[in-house]
């Protein structure tokens, strides 16, 4: 039996403000009863607005935060046991917001490198992994250069990069391209997807931007610490109204069919892309020629 | 590169409170300037002898040669320093017109320090302007201070032209290690100052960012005494603060995921090996050394 | 209120190895009650050209009028111009240091040397025009939210009573629905006060559904300088500059070479919605 890369069972995380005194002033139930499991080589995304609890889901993958009630399992070892911790990092990277603030070397390549030096690998293979991590991401012409003569993009490919070479099963990316322009989203995220298909590494992206998760093999949708919505993007997309009720977005092509629909059209639900939407037009347009043609009533009002 | 030596230099004038303040003021001034030049391309990349060689016979080489600037009074004694120096020079294959512009930064302190000397020595006069006066044991004075100082900078200079940041890093650590036998956490403070210089470019950039953010509010940096200057940089100070304690935040968090947990079991990307050449190095420095206190005991015989 | 900006260069670094030339000859002018977009790709000189507006970077060569003056006049005070022309830069909510959110509001216009009173006022109507209640005012501004704290951030600004208001990526970073509030916000300042606004931003979606007019940059350059439709119209040469359309604008210029015969200078849904729903109609 093939278990399940991520398991979470009833989770719940509470912040917990003290005052100075050390008294409770407030208690925060950031996650609130969820459960749900990733399969291996899967491509995972979990939507949410800023508040929705998804920033602290991920940090309970690799263990910087123990859950307040139930359990996350990673590959089969409770993140909650001390002794697994430092596998559990190793299984599951993590790849953060702000790009400079996770690169810690001067040289592109040192910092690449700094994952297998922590976990003790020989020099030798260290270099071996460095060059092999660099080349997945497409930066190794940049491994004698200095981080901060890259664009945001290609810091959080490096980022990528480091987390590559400790070789983990999964990669976690906690709304890894919030801070950069279009093209920079464009790269970072062609660099997850050819990571997932190719190296199989199973994938979790954190984010709020819906034009992102359109490959995914599941989408789960977080509000207020819970779970809302679970399933394809396409069933996620077309629920439009329901998006937007927990302060997400969709593509505006996606409005655009939404609001078509609503006046009478009958595009098919889901549509994502320009393609798609104009396709299915045409296909709505022709039925009315005909139906124009043949005296036949057509779908439209 | 660091400013204890710079004391040095101060510990050897005739000690008035003003002048302490005025240098005390200057060289704070020159750290900022150096610590600007060392993270922000003070390396000068080529292939050359020097930079070839191993990081910790850069570093006791120029700590030898900092301590044998101190060491004569002589003019013999500059003449070796001199020799020293410039053959240095010429095997680091940095363009001279780069060494001297490290000079610019302390045309200053130079300054004071010649005027000072040539002014407050006691001794035979030379010159007179009314009651200030010129002595002979000041020329001399003035002069070797000059030299001295002078060929400080360049000494140093020259490690950092051919040595990277990191390499003086791992250099440190691995001179140090010897000391946590003592429980000097040498692991921790090198891998503080690989990440210090690693984020002081950038720390510099935000700096001039929340500068420019507060003036376009009206805040003004320049006008005014010391009070109203020092008052005037809590808007420049406070984010700035703020600022590191979350990029120290995630930089923690950061390198936690990716399993740092201190020095045990760390292996080495860049593992420092000493070569043959390195150990040509220390034997040149040996003799150099030899030479330096043979020169230092023939002085105290003439 | 006019800006000119008269064949402005701007390079730095001039003579070393590392010199750049960020802006090149650029020349237009900005007139009382606009909504300006400023596009283009990262390093095109958007950020370096709104700095030029308030005078906190100096250009190389060219002349710039504020109101009919030079504002590099050797008489001319920089820092008025800094409480005409407000600038909100990237990631505002970086620039919060006072220990209650309406110190910080309030630094502003006490720079400027006004009385106490006036200053307070200016202050308490800059954070309710961003929206900020009564209930924060004396909370510590690092205890809000990000949305929160770059609104108050913005009320900063807002509160020196500024003539023209220049936000960088304003959006930068936040989650959709803090995204709408924000730009809804900057809508109605505009329409309620008239000031002058210029937005640098990264999305055609957005810029299209606010601004009448957009300057687009380009290696240093100003390459284009008409209405919102107009450079929409020029998708194609915009994706030769790593910009685009909305996505909008490429479906009705889809269905227009399919043979359908739409408008093509449409950059809302609702636009777009409309035109479809003739074809349909027809």
Redesign the interface.
Known sequence: MDRDMIEVKDLAYEYIRRDEDGNVESINRAIDNVSFSIKKGDFVAILGANGSGKSTMAKHINAILNPTEGSVWVNGLNTAEEKNVWEVRQTAGMVFQNPDNQIIATVVEEDVGFGPENLGVPTKEIWERVEKSLQAVGMLEYRTQSPNKLSGGQKQRVAIAGIMAMQPQCIVLDEPTAMLDPNGRKEVISTVRELNKKENVTVLLITHHMDEVVFADKVIVMDNGKIVMQGTPREIFSRVNEIKKYRLDVPQVTELAFELNKSGLNLPEGILTVEELVDALKIQLRKKETSKAGGISADYI | MLPWYLYAIILQQPKISVVDITIRLVWKGLVLIMIRDITIGQYYPTDSVLHRLDPRVKLTGTLLFIVSLFLFHSFFGYIAVTLFLFSMIKLSQVPFRFIVRGLKAIIILLLFTVLFNLFLTPGEPIFEFGFIDITREGLKSAGFMAIRLIYLIIGSSLMTFTTTPNQLTDGLEKLMHPLHHIKVPVHEIAMMMSIALRFIPILLEETDKIMKAQMARGADFETGGIIKRAKSLIPLLVPLFVSAFRRANDLAMAMEARCYRGGEGRTKMKPLKYSSRDYIGYMVLLVYLAAVIAGRMLENVF | MQIIFDHINYVYSGGTAYERHALKDVSFSIQKGEFIGLIG??GSGKSTLV?HM?G?VKATSGHIYYNGEDIYAPDYKL?NL??KV??V?QY?E????ETTVFKDVI??PN??GIDKLEAELRAYEALKAVGIGDDLLDASP?EL???QKRRVAIA??LA?KPEVLILDEPT????????DDILEQIEKLHEDSKITIILVT??M?DIANYADRLLVMNHGELVMDQSTKEVFARYKELEEM?L?A???T??MN??ND?G?HVRTDVTT??E??EE??K??HR
């Open positions: 790709h990262t700095q308030n906190l820092r800094r409480s407000g600038l830069f505002p970086h620039q919060l240091f630094f502003g720079n400027l690092f939210s990000g949305g900063g600004v020196m930068a970073g936040l989650d959709p629905r803090g995204r990264h999305s979606e790593q685009a909305p996505q909008v490429y479906v889809a269905l399919n359908f849904v609702s777009a919605k479809i729903l074809l349909f």
